[in-house]
């Protein structure tokens, strides 16, 4: 693909065993994603039909559903990389130096799969409502415009921990442009099933405060992640 060419690139500049760990850390990336692909191709048609059936409250389930699914899933594949590196690795036959290098690199990748998960059925959703120019710059920032840019800077600022790093804050920094341009519709079907379930006699009040919280919710959870990753580096350094 784009981003294994482009990464291979200036992972070429270390060594032969960096591009062998890249190469099983991305089988393993990619068997952690088809289990999300999989709940796409599920999740995609549902939301289309309901979106032709002019069927809104069905529309934001299904992808309610979705989201929460693909976060689930996201989260156990970073618990995975995040807790058993040495496991991983030891099925692709790994050398005590690949090990040295896989590690801690594959645990600062993992943190970016949180919000894989967020950002696919993002995308997702816009397809369905037949936005797919919207659709297609998420996966282009993903992969290339956001990817290639910070992998080139943080490689010369921080070496080859650079170019792991690169990875979730690119996810962090378009998770932070997709809640920007699409914060109506995705914070609003998350208020809209937390006011449904919730029933206070002050119903004004209570609207006012999911929503206020709401809308900080994600910049919180992303600057938390920002922060980890800073600690990380300094740690690594």
Request: aromatic residues 14%.
């Given at each position: 693909?784009?981003m294994?060419?482009?990464?291979?690139?200036?992972l070429?500049?270390?060594?032969?065993?960096?591009?062998?760990?890249?190469?099983?850390?991305?089988?393993?990336?990619?068997?952690?994603?088809m289990t999300?692909?999989?709940?796409?191709?599920?999740?995609?048609?549902?939301?289309?039909?309901?979106?032709?059936?002019?069927?809104?409250?069905?529309?934001?389930?299904?992808f309610?559903?979705?989201?929460?699914?693909?976060?689930v899933?996201?989260?156990?594949?970073?618990?995975?990389?995040?807790?058993?590196?040495?496991?991983?690795?030891?099925?692709?036959?790994?050398?005590?130096?690949m090990?040295?290098?896989?590690?801690?690199?594959?645990?600062?990748?993992?943190?970016g799969?949180?919000?894989?998960?967020?950002s696919?059925?993002?995308?997702?959703?816009?397809?369905?409502?037949?936005?797919?120019?919207?659709?297609?710059l998420?996966?282009?920032?993903?992969?290339?415009i956001?990817?290639?840019?910070?992998?080139w800077?943080?490689?010369?600022?921080?070496?080859i921990?650079?170019?792991?790093?690169?990875?979730?804050?690119?996810?962090?920094?378009?998770?932070?442009?997709?809640?920007?341009?699409?914060?109506?519709?995705?914070?609003?079907?998350?208020?809209?099933?937390?006011?449904?379930?919730?029933?206070?006699?002050?119903?004004?009040?209570?609207?006012?405060?999911?929503?206020?919280?709401?809308?900080?919710?994600?910049?919180?959870?992303?600057?938390?992640?920002?922060?980890?990753?800073?600690?990380?580096?300094?740690?690594?350094?």
């Open positions: 693909s784009f294994l060419t482009f990464t291979n690139l200036f070429t500049a270390y060594s032969d065993t960096v591009v062998a760990f890249f190469g099983a850390y991305f089988k393993v990336q990619q068997m952690i994603f999300v692909n999989g709940l796409i191709q599920g999740c995609l048609p549902v939301m289309r039909f309901n979106y032709s059936a002019k069927q809104p409250e069905r529309l934001k389930e299904a309610h559903f979705g989201t929460q699914a693909a976060t899933m996201m989260i156990g594949g970073t618990c995975l990389l995040l807790f058993l590196p040495n496991q991983i690795l030891f099925l692709f036959a790994a050398s005590e130096s090990i040295k290098i896989g590690v801690p690199a594959m645990r600062i990748l993992s943190i799969l949180v919000f894989c998960g967020f696919i059925m993002i995308a997702t959703y816009q397809q369905a409502i037949e936005k797919i120019q919207s659709s297609m998420i996966h282009i920032l993903r992969q290339g956001l990817l290639v840019p910070l992998m800077l943080f490689n010369h600022m921080f070496g921990n650079g170019i792991w790093i690169s990875f979730p804050v690119t996810e962090i920094y378009c998770g932070c442009f997709i809640t920007n341009c699409y914060s109506k519709t995705t914070i609003k079907i998350i208020i809209s099933c937390i006011e449904k379930a919730h029933s206070c006699k002050n119903k004004k009040g209570s609207r006012f405060l999911f929503r206020r919280n709401w809308n900080l919710l994600p910049y919180i959870l992303y600057f938390i992640t920002f922060l980890n990753i800073t600690v990380k580096i300094y740690i690594i350094q």
